[in-house]
């Protein structure tokens, strides 16, 4: 079984700071990890995904994450915070073996940007 | 259209009325999801078909039913709703891994 825990469910910066999303993941076997954000009333967006391959993977709107699997994370970040980026963000893991079809969902992160 | 859709987008029901929650994928991705949202909880996974399985998370109560008639269309029947089911429902699709989500169903019980 899988499990993620993001840290901090609300998450506070200026516009222009940095952003740094927290996600941790427990999996038994590689995982695949995925970001997406989600704005007031809508669906989940995918950000930006891992499956294999290189560590450091850039996703939509500036937004990057690596897959640090000594440390067993996967955190989200950018340079520098816009207004718009002002969402819910959710941290998901599955397997990759064969059959996979279930995202585990952290409980999300809310971002404020404050101008 | 294109990715995922889903109707209505916004429901109004009774708790003695009996409605349906429909989700379309453009995508020929073989597997489609139920999600539920609610303030301040994770997000719930409801049902999930696909090729290979079915899941059912069996916490979910009965007064919800989904059906699967092919792979692009995916329904969700409510009857006899309690007020604690006023929710987001989300759905979504995958081929394998990521899933691709609708923007959802504003559901209020009265």
Redesign the interface.
Same mark, same amino acid.
């Given at each position: 079984a899988q499990s993620v825990t993001q840290l901090g469910s609300h998450v506070s910066v200026s516009e222009g700071a940095l952003v740094l999303l927290r996600c941790n993941y427990s999996s038994s076997v590689p995982p695949y990890l995925f970001w997406y954000v989600q704005y007031p009333n809508q669906g989940l967006q995918l950000l930006l995904k891992y499956t294999t391959g290189a560590t450091l993977v850039k996703g939509i709107n500036g937004f990057e994450a690596e897959f640090k699997k000594s440390e067993t994370s996967f955190h989200l970040t950018k340079p520098s915070a816009h207004m718009s980026d002002a969402a819910e963000y959710f941290c998901a893991v599955t397997l990759s073996g064969a059959g996979s079809y279930q995202l585990t969902f952290g409980k999300g992160t809310k971002l404020s940007v404050i101008p | 259209e294109t990715g995922?859709t889903?109707t209505p987008r916004h429901l109004v029901m009774g708790m003695t009325n009996k409605k349906s929650l429909k989700c379309e994928q453009h995508l020929g991705h073989n597997?489609m999801y139920w999600y539920k949202q609610s303030a301040k909880k994770?997000?719930e996974?409801m049902f999930?078909y696909?090729l =290979? =399985?079915r899941?059912e998370n069996n916490s979910v109560p009965s007064r919800f039913s989904p059906e699967c008639p092919n792979s692009s269309h995916l329904f969700l029947h409510l009857h006899t709703l309690q007020p604690e089911d006023s929710a987001?429902y989300?759905c979504?699709s995958?081929e394998?891994?990521?899933?691709?989500?609708?923007?959802?169903t504003?559901l209020t019980v009265t």
């Open positions: - | 995922v889903q597997a994770p997000l996974l999930v696909s =290979e =399985e899941v987001l989300l979504a995958s394998r891994g990521e899933q691709y989500f609708g923007p959802g504003r």
